[in-house]
């Protein structure tokens, strides 16, 4: 069985940094698409990085581009966001999401509805 379990999150300063972290089991990081995905009060879940294990290509949100990076630990099947600059519209609980990479094309690959394992979610709070 797949679990995603997320930690790092927390208040924040605008303009500071958080690293998330996920920690993942029951799943081969070359089989998988792993992402990061988020949810503010009143607003629909969506997609804000992505990584492609098998090919090890990242995707970004526009509003995350040049601030936010994704990247993982194979060995110790880890995922990470490194979230920089960070600003109030940042705010939400994050969650780590992961699905079988067959079927997947890269235009879908930060649609939450096209993954089905998720964790439960961290709030990050920017002020």
């Known amino acids: 069985d797949v679990q995603l379990v997320e930690s790092g999150g927390g208040s924040v300063q605008a303009g500071g940094s958080l690293r998330l972290s996920c920690a993942a089991s029951?799943?081969?990081?070359?089989?998988?698409?792993m992402g990061w995905f988020r949810q503010a009060p009143g607003k629909e879940r969506e997609g804000v990085a992505s990584f492609d294990t098998g090919y090890s290509i990242t995707y970004y949100a526009d509003s995350v581009k040049g601030r936010f990076t994704i990247s993982q630990d194979n060995a110790k099947n880890m995922l990470y966001l490194q979230m920089n600059s960070l600003k109030p519209e940042d705010t939400a609980i994050y969650y780590c999401?992961?699905?079988?990479?067959?079927?997947?094309?890269?235009?879908?690959?930060?649609?939450?509805?096209?993954?089905?394992?998720w964790g439960q979610g961290t709030q990050v709070t920017v002020s």
């Open positions: 029951g799943l081969s990081y070359s089989s998988y698409f």
């Open positions: 999401a992961a699905r079988l990479a067959y079927g997947l094309g890269s235009d879908r690959a930060l649609d939450y509805t096209e993954y089905n394992y």
